[in-house]
């Protein structure tokens, strides 16, 4: 069975705001790392500073996937579309693939002879 549009929705409401929480925490853990070890030796301030830009990269995911997620909703029948078009690329690659590999294997070369 296939879920409901609002256990999709549900499920995305919780991604969005587990990203959320992991993002601030650790936005906010690179900072009072980086304020706790500010006159210490060795400083290790750059750990800090890289925390803090995981938090800030998927914050900035985050925004990505949610504009993608409204333009979506506001687009449904474009993204149908695209979505289509995209799977029968990708079932036509497959194909190809299948009849190029199968032409041109040893074994096959000597059945037609």
Known sequence: MFPSAPQVLGFFNLLVGVMLV???TLFL???IMYIVRLGTWPTYRTQ???IMSWGVAVLFTLVL???VQ???ARHVLV???I???IIILVVLWI???GVQSGGSSPERAGERR
Do not use: E, N, Y
């Open 22 to 24: 992991i993002s601030v």
């Open 29 to 31: 853990g690179g900072f």
């Open 48 to 50: 800090a500073l890289r």
């Open 65 to 67: 996937i949610l504009a």
């Open 70 to 72: 409204q333009f979506l």
């Open 79 to 81: 993204a149908v579309s």
């Open 83 to 85: 979505a289509a078009l």
């Open 95 to 97: 194909i190809m693939q």
